[in-house]
């Protein structure tokens, strides 16, 4: 059982290059959410779709756009790269009990 | 606005000795409260829950957490700690369709 896969898991972009983010679940879960990670500053949302067919802003949307597949597959998209956006990416399914189950992450470095 | 504050950025503990790590929380009604490990190159994973009910909550390998709703408080703690629990912990506080994590402390264990 994979859970919730991300890929990839390493990319350098150029600024202002584009690229999509993949996150695909296997858990049957209605919410998905998109996280970025920096030190000192723990878990920020980007955006979250709480079921199928929605999606919604989070804490840090600017410069990133989703997309929700389908049930299983929620994708971020950042069309022109900046620096800022140097980070690493956690996608994230969360169930009924508002328990949340994360990717092993995608390391992204902009130069 | 709802916000979690872990206060200790990193801890080092010996391997034997007890470890509390604090959290404190400000949320309107009554909480759900959770606590995540993540190991350096790894998504996060629960250690615990708090929805209702007792609030002394037991979760995996060994750590506890205890809710004092008068000191807005969901302290985890552990009476020994091994080497393995070195990691980045984070507290998280639930709002609707999001939850909201803490910066989260590096917990360092020296032999």
């Known amino acids: 059982n994979a859970g919730v896969t991300q890929t990839p898991k390493f990319q350098v972009l150029k600024t202002g290059q584009s690229m999509t983010l993949q996150c695909a679940q296997d858990m049957n879960h209605n919410s998905m959410y998109w996280y970025r990670q920096d030190p000192g500053m723990g878990l920020r949302l980007i955006y979250y779709?709480?079921?199928?067919?929605?999606?919604d802003k989070g804490e840090v949307p600017n410069g990133y756009n989703v997309s929700r597949l389908n049930k299983r597959e929620f994708s971020l998209r950042l069309e022109s790269a900046a620096p800022s956006q140097t980070s690493v990416y956690f996608c994230?399914?969360?169930?009924?009990?508002?328990?949340?189950?994360f990717g092993a992450g995608t390391r992204l470095s902009v130069l | 606005a709802q916000s979690v504050t872990q206060p200790d950025i990193h801890i080092t503990v010996s391997e034997g000795a007890s470890l509390e790590l604090r959290c404190n929380y400000s949320y309107g009604a009554t909480p759900y409260l959770f606590w995540y490990v993540q190991s350096p190159g790894q998504g996060l994973q629960l250690l615990l829950k708090y929805f209702s009910g007792d609030t002394l909550v037991q979760g995996i390998k060994g750590f506890e957490a205890e809710f004092k709703r008068s000191q807005s408080s969901f302290n985890l703690r552990k009476p020994s700690v091994h080497w393995s629990d070195a990691a980045e912990y984070f507290c998280?506080?639930?709002?609707?369709?999001?939850?909201?994590f803490g910066a989260g402390t590096r917990l360092f264990v020296k032999a």
């Open positions: 994230a399914t969360q169930e009924a009990k508002n328990i949340q189950y």
């Open positions: 998280a506080v639930v709002w609707g369709f999001k939850t909201i």
């Open positions: 779709s709480a079921s199928e067919g929605t999606t």
